[in-house]
């Protein structure tokens, strides 16, 4: 199965900050990955698709961008809205496989 | 409005079985790819399976000879039969709908992410 590693695991930022979060395929996945938000207790939200697709109803505070192995999620300028958990999921081959989450929280 | 509702949770013993329903009143789940997530307390998000429309199912390592995903299309519902279950598949499971694009006749061409989720159901697997 391919290996999905996200990084920071956890992260703290302020209100207008932009941040960036990674992710690194084992293998090249070409464009094939989704980003997704969870805040606690609820279900995740789609955000970007195809690596950097920004899905409908997204802000467009959000961009996602990479090929091969390397990918990045930034959010530009953070809203109170936007701490939250992120996960990245490789979409190339079957098992699917999620990134470990990326915790952001208010500085 | 579409939406998945999730159903079927609980406790149940290691070793036992349980089947989790997934309606889906706004859309065809026929014609949809539909997959189930799950999370662990505390946890991460886990990919656990997925079935095309056109019957197709795949599933991820940990769950694959014990874990069936399959539908009813004249109930319009998902489902996921589980069995031998253990302590590492309490979780909350997550039902949600994949969006894919065909292309030349090829499907699935594209993959555009999974829109649509329902809040879950919860299986504890204790004695």
């Known amino acids: 199965a391919i290996q999905m590693t996200q990084s920071p695991s956890s992260l703290s930022a302020s209100v207008g900050d932009r941040v960036t979060i990674t992710c690194r395929a084992s293998?090249?996945?070409?464009?094939?990955l989704g980003w997704y938000q969870q805040k606690p207790g609820k279900a995740p939200k789609l955000l970007i698709y195809?690596?950097?697709s920004l899905q409908s109803g997204v802000p467009s505070r959000f961009s996602g961008s990479g090929s091969g192995t390397d990918f990045t999620l930034t959010i530009r300028s953070l809203q109170p809205d936007d701490f939250a958990t992120y996960y990245c999921?490789?979409?190339?081959?079957?098992?699917?496989?999620f990134g470990q989450g990326t915790k952001l929280e208010i500085k | 409005e579409v939406q998945v509702v999730e159903s079927g949770g609980g406790l149940i013993q290691p070793g036992g079985s349980l089947r989790l329903s997934c309606a889906a009143p706004?859309?065809?789940?026929?014609?949809?790819?539909m997959s189930w997530v799950r999370q662990a307390p505390g946890k991460g998000l886990e990919w656990v399976s997925v079935?095309?429309?056109?019957?197709?199912?795949y599933y991820a390592d940990s769950v694959k000879g014990r874990f069936t995903i399959s539908r009813d299309n004249s109930k319009n519902t998902l489902y996921l039969q589980m069995k031998s279950l253990s302590a590492e598949d309490t979780a909350v499971y997550y039902c949600?709908?994949?969006?894919?694009?065909?292309?030349?006749?090829?499907?699935?061409?594209?993959?555009?992410?999974?829109?649509?989720w329902g809040q879950g159901t919860t299986v504890t697997v204790s004695s």
């Open positions: 949600a709908r994949d969006i894919i694009g065909c292309s030349g006749g090829k499907c699935p061409y594209y993959y555009y992410g999974m829109d649509v």
């Open positions: 706004g859309f065809i789940v026929g014609s949809n790819y």
């Open positions: 079935i095309y429309s056109g019957g197709s199912t």
């Open positions: 293998q090249g996945i070409r464009n094939d």
């Open positions: 195809a690596a950097s």
């Open positions: 999921l490789q979409d190339y081959s079957f098992p699917y496989t």
